[in-house]
């Protein structure tokens, strides 16, 4: 599943964060802004600078495994606006003739000219942000497009070439029942899409979600009913024929997301944009968020990064390992040898032996990974795997 990204583990991935939306979401606390559209050309223009500038750090070839474009929404931008990117991308980088390129795209900001230019541009993969099939959610939720844009989407993704797609939803919504969501599902698997992302709501801090949960207008999400939704959406898409491969993700064979996977292996990638990561030569950087300044500083030749932080080796190991856990393969003790040349096994045997013990990790002898237990409580698990700095390794 990994071979083509540890083929080029020297290779970054690169990532666009666009921070435009054409509403809110109530549930979403990422760097997004609404009503902004007369900011894009100027955007555009900034990040496409700020990659010609940082390329310029990189000895050559600048060799590039994958492209994504992510927010926020960017498929709010014209086709012209993201061709401005992908020429600044390939005057700088050098791609494989079969790299994934991946934009995210919310029904309702597409239509089938559109999506003829992206794949025309090199986009092979699009990831559609449908969440739900009920237009009174959509609406509850102040989603800005319906379940017939979501149909229409597709149609047209399909009919512009698009031969790998991705259908994002969520489940454990409020008041949401067992039998809502076994409808959700069986809608997304008649699209037959290559990849399913199935993500469970959360109530993140100041959003508008969790001040009407604080008030009163909505009922919080139910854990107990949100653990029944993810196991039945385990065992309905592997009777569908996809593959588990990350605790929120499913494929059909061969269609895993090659971007995606490069965070989960913790190897490197660059971000570009307002509030992007990246993670380079054992250094994090993260841009500056608000969009204004940040097209400022980098319209005047003044550097993106909000703040950059040096990565020790005992958090590039823990990073490994709790990062690694998400993937349905987990973590194996050669790669792991072969990256950091000790033997996990050693560097993490308590949290292995008490985990294992609790039969929340299943370890052979070529690797450890999630048991089926442990993949429900994984946030209150992982964070075992944490070494302190000073730790011997």
């Avoid at 497009?145 to 991705?166: C, L, P, Q, S, V």
């Avoid at 442990?374 to 944490?386: E, K, T």
Wanted: proline share 4%; glycine share 6%; net charge neutral.
């Amino acid at each position: 599943m990994n071979e083509v990204v540890r083929a080029q583990a020297d290779a970054p991935a690169l990532f666009v964060y666009i921070p435009y939306c054409a509403s809110i979401c109530t549930y979403c606390d990422f760097n997004v802004y609404a009503r902004r559209a007369d900011e894009y050309d100027a955007y555009v223009n900034a990040v496409a600078r700020e990659i010609a500038s940082r390329a310029q750090n990189i000895p050559a070839p600048r060799r590039a495994r994958t492209l994504a474009l992510g927010g926020g929404t960017p498929s709010l931008l014209s086709a012209a606006q993201n061709e401005k990117l992908v020429q600044t991308f390939r005057a700088h980088f050098v791609f494989e003739t079969d790299a994934e390129w991946t934009l995210e795209a919310n029904p309702g900001t597409v239509d089938l000219e559109n999506l003829r230019a992206l794949r025309q541009m090199g986009f092979n993969r699009l990831s559609l942000g449908v969440q739900t099939f009920d237009d009174a959610r959509l609406k509850q939720f102040n989603r800005a497009h319906t379940a017939a844009d979501a149909y229409a989407a597709f149609d047209w993704a399909r009919r512009a070439g698009f031969e790998n797609i991705n259908l994002d939803l969520i489940y454990g919504l409020p008041q949401q029942t067992l039998a809502e969501w076994r409808a959700t599902l069986e809608r997304a698997l008649a699209f037959q899409s290559e990849h399913l992302s199935l993500y469970g709501l959360q109530v993140e801090a100041r959003t508008v979600l969790q001040k009407q949960i604080e008030l009163g207008r909505v009922p919080p999400p139910d854990d107990d009913t949100a653990a029944q939704m993810y196991e039945m959406a385990v065992e309905r898409l592997r009777a569908a024929g996809y593959t588990h491969y990350e605790i929120s993700n499913w494929a059909k064979p061969g269609f895993a997301s090659r971007h995606n996977q490069t965070y989960w292996l913790a190897e490197p990638y660059l971000g570009f944009g307002a509030g992007a990561h990246s993670l380079w030569q054992r250094e994090r950087y993260e841009n500056i968020r608000a969009p204004r300044q940040y097209m400022q500083r980098v319209m005047n030749g003044a550097s993106a990064f909000a703040a950059r932080e040096k990565i020790s080796r005992a958090a590039e190991m823990s990073e490994v390992m709790f990062l690694g856990l998400r993937l349905g393969e987990g973590v194996t003790w050669a790669r792991f040898q072969e990256r950091f040349g000790v033997d996990a096994r050693l560097i993490f045997r308590e949290p292995l032996a008490l985990l294992t013990e609790w039969k929340m990790l299943c370890v052979d002898d070529e690797r450890v990974r999630l048991a089926e237990r442990g993949v429900l409580v994984s946030n209150q698990l992982l964070w075992r795997f944490l070494l302190e700095d000073d730790a011997k390794t």
